[in-house]
């Protein structure tokens, strides 16, 4: 291994930009086909993410199948890449409200096991039996429909 190569530590490997950007296409000729007439957007505010390696948001491969983002199958060791372009998209789209999201809890509330117990059958009943009876009286109408719809067809 060449050390020297490798002498600086901590070296950003991605940065966030936001602001005024210019667009790519200012000074570029458009096909017949997109000239519609209206003015075309030279800059705008917007975001971006800068990356030094596109391997980053690549897998690697075992036996055929992919492995985890950010897994390194020689060392066995799983970095934050997942995490990284999660984050990374959540704040490209500006969702605030799916990133605070992310760390709210849920406390589920406990069944009455008393009660559940008491109507097992009945809640037993209403999730098998009341679907079924549901799909046959819409199968029933369906056939009833297209029963009297092609036999009356003119």
């Given at each position: ?86 984050q ?32 097992r ?19 029933i109408?369906?056939w009833?429909?297209?029963?009297y ?6």
């Amino acid at each position: 291994i060449d050390r020297e190569r490798f002498r600086h530590a901590f070296m950003p490997v991605g940065v966030s930009l936001e602001g005024q950007f210019s667009s790519f296409f200012t000074h570029r000729i458009l096909p017949d086909e997109l000239i519609t007439g209206e003015p075309m957007l030279t800059e705008g505010e917007s975001r971006q993410v800068v990356v030094a390696a596109g391997s980053v948001a690549m897998n690697e491969w075992q036996d055929g199948e992919p492995l985890a983002a950010g897994f390194d199958r020689y060392s066995k060791t799983q970095f934050g890449n997942r995490d990284f372009l999660v984050q990374a998209v959540l704040w490209l789209t500006d969702d605030a409200d799916l990133l605070s999201l992310r760390h709210k809890s849920v406390q589920l509330r406990l069944l009455n096991e008393q009660r559940a117990y008491q109507q097992r059958s009945k809640i037993e009943v209403i999730s098998v039996v009341l679907p079924i009876f549901v799909l046959l009286i819409i199968g029933i109408l369906v056939w009833g429909y297209r029963r009297y719809r092609y036999t009356h067809a003119v």
